[in-house]
């Protein structure tokens, strides 16, 4: 099954009500990538995931995981899958070890095999000193851990992870990132959903960007920048209203878009040195004065603000 895509999607629909959560989204992951859904809070990654899982029977459309159907064969996909989810599957009474045993004996493990199979899971997820420890006392970050641990008890071929460094520190979000790439590099693919553009950036092998249900962009990053050309985004805070301002920056030659979200407006550029002097001196015209400039070389986040005339924040 080498040549079988890991992952194939094929027209998925899902409404809930009149809500269109997943409108007609098209993907394939190659076997031993890892494959990023990037999008902010609301886009449809999480609905399709639990399609992918068998968790949501899809309203039109199919998905092939490692050649098994999610319509016609979900014992198929379940026996090749390990979901990470965004909520906690964990007793928190039980110790981390008992967690991973009583989730192994679901998959059907048993004796000195699923002994076995705890103690190495324990040691890829970085717990084996802390292991007899009840989960209650564990940090955010390492019940996450714990949370990826169990997917990979019955040593899946594909695995899903949806937004798994969603309110943790920075330590244990490093980690969960390096163990990511380890999986990687022990042959497994992954499914990763995230809203934060850097970690599909540092991750991915390949990106798909999602917004209101629907896909929008996919490949590699390098692929993708490449849709916004060779523009810059310019983000700008302003003492003043800004949206007379910002009707003035629109008629600037080299000024793609303008827009803004939260009191910082965003300019893409072809050329910020160039553009950046007629930017301030059309607010000075204005008697509105720039507070503060950052400059940003294209990448995923101007990508998304390209295509959707928004900045990319959950």
């Known amino acids: 099954m080498i040549n079988v895509p890991a992952i194939a999607v094929l027209g998925l629909h899902k409404s809930f009500g009149g809500n269109q959560a997943v409108q007609g989204v098209n993907f394939e992951v ?61 007793y928190e009474d039980l110790t981390a070890r008992e967690n991973l045993s009583f989730w192994g004996k679901m998959y059907g493990l048993r004796g000195s095999k699923l002994k076995l199979r705890v103690d190495e899971v324990l040691e890829v997820i970085g717990l084996r000193d802390r292991a007899n420890e009840r989960v209650n006392k564990y940090s955010g970050g390492m019940k996450r851990r714990v949370n990826i641990g169990v997917a990979l008890l019955h040593k899946p071929k594909v695995i899903y992870m949806d937004e798994p460094t969603v309110g943790i520190d920075p330590q244990s979000r490093r980690n969960i990132l390096d163990s990511v790439v380890a999986l ?78 939260d009191g910082l407006v965003s300019v893409l550029v072809k050329d910020s040195n160039q553009i950046l ?36 924040r959950d």
């Open 184 to 261: 990687k590099n022990e042959g497994m693919t992954v499914l990763y959903t995230t809203h934060y553009m850097e970690e599909a950036q540092e991750l991915s092998d390949h990106v798909a960007i999602m917004d209101h249900g629907k896909l929008i962009a996919c490949g590699t990053h390098e692929e993708l920048v490449k849709l916004v050309g060779q523009q810059t985004r310019i983000d700008l805070t302003l003492n003043g209203d800004s949206e007379n301002v910002m009707g003035a920056w629109k008629n600037i030659d080299g000024v793609s878009r303008v827009s803004s979200e």
């Open 30 to 90: 190659k076997q031993g990538e890892i494959f990023s859904l990037l999008g902010p809070n609301g886009a449809g990654k999480t609905t399709t995931i639990s399609m992918l899982s068998c968790l949501l029977r899809p309203d039109e459309g199919d998905a092939h995981v490692m050649g098994h159907s999610i319509r016609s064969d979900p014992t198929g996909v379940k026996s090749v899958l390990g979901v990470v989810p965004q909520d906690l599957a964990l």
């Open 277 to 312: 002097p007629h930017l301030f001196e059309a607010a000075a015209q204005l008697s509105i004065r720039i507070t503060s400039v950052d400059i940003r070389e294209p990448n995923l986040e101007a990508l998304f603000l390209h295509l959707t005339g928004r900045a990319l």
